[in-house]
């Protein structure tokens, strides 16, 4: 996220103005070229240039005021605050600890600043590619596993069920909690579990638990007062490890809503959307 806001903050520069627009935003998502943005680049009508020219002639009114953010090195106009309360709104809402560009395109949207610049098909076109879960595939044949993973990992044993029953429907949802519960019809649940330094269950993660679908990682959770630190990393390696061990060729990351999370982490890319 930070290089969008550095590049639509380049994009208000380069600007008649000199000053962020909302619209700056999404200049500066079409840029990224991969994931779910770049199927929409692909796939929706949007013309950066033509864009550009628009707001360049634009006529920023005085009931547009100008404001500044310490994201920013230009002046912005308060409705760029208006869009980033938005994403934020949106990011709490998911459970999630950091805006992406999901939460920021939505927030385009819903907050109706594209409304001079884009179409209404385009803008569903967003909202389907860009702001809701994704299936995600990484290739495991030659993948490089982290030498060190967190050693307050282990895989799941019978006894730790009813802990595990709670914990993912006090943090997560009752759908998950069935997903986990049918996990455990099998002798070897295949389902890892973290643990902070009191030995407290702070996260989980588990492949081939979902309706039974072999080569399929997840669900995976950490509850949100341990995030950003590296367990779901690691959750997510000690997975793939097994899974590689296995002989899966691939893993499928089903429903991926962090989807710039395991672009980082473990190369995975999202596949196409054929119902378009």
């Not at 590619?129 to 995600?136: C, E, I, Q």
């Not at 290739?139 to 982290?146: A, Q, R």
């Not at 649940?189 to 993660?205: H, K, M, Q, T």
Request: net charge negative; charged share 20%; glycine share 6%.
């Amino acid at each position: 996220m930070l290089r969008i806001f550095k590049n639509a903050e380049k994009e208000a520069f380069s600007s008649q103005h000199k000053v962020l627009l909302p619209i700056h935003f999404l200049l500066a998502c079409l840029k990224e070229k991969e994931g779910a943005i770049g199927e929409i680049v692909l796939k929706c009508t949007i013309d950066g240039a033509s864009i550009r020219n628009l707001v360049n002639e634009l006529d920023l009114k005085s009931d547009k005021n100008v404001t500044s953010h310490n994201l920013f090195n230009v002046p912005i106009i308060n409705d760029v605050l208006t869009v980033l309360e938005q994403a934020t709104c949106y990011m709490q809402n998911y459970n999630q600890v950091y805006i992406n560009e999901g939460h920021l395109l939505k927030a385009l949207i819903k907050t109706n600043m594209l409304e001079e610049f884009v179409s209404e098909e385009d803008k569903k076109m967003i909202l389907k590619l860009g702001t809701t879960s994704r299936d995600m595939i990484t290739h495991l044949h030659n993948y490089n596993f982290p030498d060190s993973i967190s050693s307050n990992i282990r895989r799941v044993n019978r006894d730790d069920k009813n802990t595990l029953f709670h914990f993912v429907e006090s943090h997560f949802s009752q759908e998950w909690s069935e997903t986990i519960k049918s996990a455990f019809l099998s002798t070897t649940p295949s389902i890892y579990l973290a643990f902070d330094n009191r030995g407290e269950l702070v996260g989980f993660a588990g492949f081939d638990v979902y309706q039974n679908k072999k080569c399929y990682f997840g669900p995976m959770g950490v509850a949100k007062s341990n995030r950003v630190k590296g367990i779901g990393y690691s959750l997510l390696h000690h997975c793939l490890k097994d899974m590689h061990e296995i002989g899966y060729e691939y893993a499928i990351i089903g429903g991926a809503g962090p989807i710039e999370f395991y672009e980082k982490a473990c190369n995975a890319v999202v596949i196409p959307a054929t119902n378009i």
